[in-house]
């Protein structure tokens, strides 16, 4: 048997055919148990266990008992991937260390310190990369298969052995230790980096983040099992969320809700995190999220009345409540008080949002901001944004990194948001393959070095621990943090979808797959921490609640009042938004053209800029001429003395895209800031002024949210030029003109959209008023196109003295500007109002006038130099100063008065399928006497809004005014 290699062979006789295979204990040779453990490391002495194998030589040769044996020494050293089958079966998620020959330098004397500081460096490179990689092998998905693999994370990679498994190693500080053993520092990375967390906050610059990470992660307290209390909280909030979908899909089958099932852990780490935040005295929490899942959170979470969910789903109308068109019931926001363990708690509020995924994410923003502002929370940390996403849409909708980006900026920063990704692995039918080229849906975060933490959706107590983390990394970094909630979907895209047309494989794994609930629910019956008679007890409760909630909702019409996420009280509200006029007292205009042109003793202007800024002053007390940009001051400037802050942003905002507003001054020798505005005097209200990134959605989105939840700032978004408004048509479409009918959300946001038709081509031309006059309709939007500095000031000054809580999309000038012939007296702001419609006060005669134009905007004043220039005195000109709500009273009571025009023409400058014609023909026609007969002059219809060339422009241009007076 020897041959064979079988060290010594005990035959003998034995009734019948057998054999007895016997083992001896696991121990280090007896030469050896003198030896220390770290000698014995060193020398990579291993533990050995002798096998005997007795049998009968009549029938069982001594070569095949050796060849026996030196099979079981075979798959002892990992033949035939016999560890790998192990841990396969066994589930465990690693792959095992393979044999090899030991080498250590250690042994071999002095000369090899060189090779042992490199073994050293490797286990500190081995250490790194576990941090950096770490998360690929980490066991997160639910339905997944097989074990993860990658060589950087192999320690053979670096040429450790498991000889060098009980040698001690420089470990860097790994779990609070300066040196481990190998087999200690494996176990530390795999249980902190590869279990059911997985981590990625190597990408992040600052070494002080790292390193309050590293300790959190790598200790042993955080790896601490959960008290029972905890475990039971834990799971009567899955018992309530599984509990809520299933009667739901029984009560409203067919019905699209978008349920949570499958992802369901999400409920109980919202809860941890009002749990924690409420502890640390927070006060609210504003989220923002799609349609998956919503209902469950507005129930488990909000708690919004069952009742009230259950009566939206049978149609049941409140006649008492005050209806626009509505939404669809995962689309609806609400606010409610969430209770805390410690009998602390916490407002929450759900933002309503359209279908349009992640549209939501800046409006969320812009809220909890205002409500900062309010507060006067300047540290960010009264009032938290938390952010729920979608895995497909977080990777690839466009405006996630657009607010993103506005996460560290200072006009936009709410001191970090919490983001929760709801990873179904799979949109609508879309598989991550072909949903993204990057690894995870998460990677766009990266950009603003925010954690990421993928969790094992199917286990709860990870979840938990990565919420506690996560909301801690907020509160102690002001910044964005990332949970990825690796999950599944129970049923298709919704309710009603078939997902097995697309994904067989997948939906017969998910069919076969218990529910989270039941996956703790037998982990809790295995620890006894709960009895199946409690278990059953609470699932019983929450049947006989819903069943309760649902018989109430049969009953009645409940009458429900929307909620609106105000950051001042509706007492507030009232109190310091007076109605009147909007008039100003000359006195108060002489005081903010002093603080406009006064500087701080030894600030240096810059030198082009000083003469511009003090002609102020002789505009206001000589020439009594005040331009565009100046009486946008005094209106700033008055509102501010009457206590109502403003907010203006955008691009190149606080200058002005056509340098006409420089409301920041910056000192030319010390790059010092200053603000006139905010200096006019004690007890002012101020002026917030930004200089958007170079986003038109998220940032258009924000400043939606901040006047949604602030009524009493002027809140204005500049558009660079107005043509680029159509980068946040979405914004447009589904929040600023429908939030009110839709969600009873009103706002007063104010858009600055420059436009007119200067030949500077088919992108700086035109704001698309036609795109906004398609949108009116009851009410919703203010649209004015104002023509003179007067109008704006007053106009403005309306927007918060109405009290009517209306968008106002304002067609703002750019040639105008400068406009010789464009000024206002201070006069005109002292006195007067804007005026829907300004009558031609140049008409001395009316009985002469035989045709009457009406116009809005820029081409008036080339109207009235044509006119004058040809000596004209039959025709008048109308200006039409707000487009919607039509000023259909005034119009026609002006009309009236050229009782002997019979021609009246509608001008513009912008071509016949755009510009105010095919919305206003209609209105007007209904304002014409009989005798009249309405026409349109204007460019004819274009693909393109302008042309690109000026002479073709000046052409074109010249054609329409000269067609105005009715001569070619």
Known sequence: PGTVGTVSSLPRLMVGQGAIIATGAIQYPAEYHGMSTEAIAMLGISKVMNITCTYDHRIIQGAESGQFLGRIHELLLGGDGFYDKIFEDLDIPHKPFSWSLDYNPQLLGAGQTREETEKQARVLQLIHHYRVRGHLIANLDPLGEGVPYHPELDPAYYGLTIWDLDRKFICGGLGGRVTAT????????????????????????????????????????AHKPLD?????????????????????HLKFIGHKRFSLEGAEAVIPLLGCLLNDAANQDVREAVIGMAHRGRINVLANIIKKPFAQIFAEFEGILDPYAVHGTGDVKYHLGASGIYQVKDGKAIQVSVVPNPSHLEAVNPVVEGI?????????????????????????????????????????LKGYRTGGTIHIIINNQIGFTTTPEEARSSLYATDVAKMVQAPIFHVNGDDPEAVLRVAKLAFEYRQRFKKDVVIDVVCYRRHGHNEADEPTYTQPLLYKKIREHPSVREIYQKQLLREKVISSEEAEAWSREVRRCLE????????????????????????????????????????????????????????????????QILRRRK??????????????????????????????????????????????????????????????????????????????????????????????????????????????????????????????????????LPHGYEGQGPEHSSARVE????????????????????????????????????????????????HPMVYSTPEDLTGGQFLEVLDDASVKDRDQVKRVLICSGKIYYELIEHRQKNAIKNVAIIRIEQLYPYPKEALTQILESYYNANEVVWVQEEPRNMGAWNFIRFQLQDALSGKQKLSYVGRPESASPATGSIKRHLEEQAKVVSEAFGTR
């Open 619 to 752: 505009m206001l007390y000589e020439d009594k001429k005040i331009d565009w940009s100046f009486a946008e001051a005094l209106a700033f400037g008055s509102l501010l003395c009457e206590g109502t802050p403003v907010r203006l942003s955008g691009e190149d905002s606080t200058r002005g895209t056509f340098s006409q507003r420089h409301l920041i001054l910056v000192d030319i020798n010390t790059g010092q800031e200053y603000i006139p505005l905010n200096n006019i005097m004690p007890g002012q209200a101020y002026i917030q002024a930004f200089d958007s990134l170079l986003s038109e959605e998220a940032v258009l989105g924000f400043e939606f949210g901040y006047s949604v939840a602030d009524p009493l700032t002027l809140v204005i978004w500049e558009a660079q030029f107005g043509d680029f408004a159509n980068g946040a048509q979405i914004m447009i479409d589904n929040f600023i003109a429908a939030s009110e009918s839709k969600w009873h959300q009103p706002c007063d946001l104010v858009l600055f």
């Open 368 to 408: 909890v901001r205002a409500k900062q502002d309010r507060l006067g929370d300047l540290e960010r940390e009264q009032i938290i944004p938390i952010l729920i996403h979608g895995d497909a849409a977080f990777a690839g909708q466009g405006v996630v990194q657009e607010t993103l980006n506005l996460s560290q």
């Open 182 to 221: 190998l087999r200690e520092i494996l176990q530390t990375l795999k249980h902190t980096y590869c279990e059911k967390v997985g981590i990625e906050y190597m990408h992040i610059q600052n070494p002080e983040e790292k390193s309050w990470l590293q300790q959190r992660l790598e200790t042993e307290e």
């Open 771 to 818: 795109r906004f006059l398609q949108l009116c309709a009851e009410n919703n939007l203010q649209v004015c196109n104002c023509t003179t500095p007067a109008q704006y000031f007053h106009v403005l000054r309306r927007q918060m003295r109405d009290a009517k809580r209306k968008p106002l999309v304002l067609l703002t000038p750019k040639s105008l500007l400068r």
């Open 548 to 611: 309760e909630s649902y018989e109430e909702s049969r009953k009645r019409k409940l009458h429900f009042e929307p909620d609106i996420p105000l950051a001042v009280s509706e007492e507030e509200l009232k109190k310091l938004q007076p109605a009147g006029d909007t008039t100003v007292e000359m006195t108060l205009l002489e005081k903010i053209t002093e603080a406009l042109t006064r500087f701080p003793e030894g600030f240096q202007v810059h030198p082009k800029l000083a003469p």
């Open 228 to 248: 029972e209390d905890t475990k039971q909280w834990i799971f009567r909030a899955l018992v309530a969320a599984e509990g809520f979908e299933k009667f739901m």
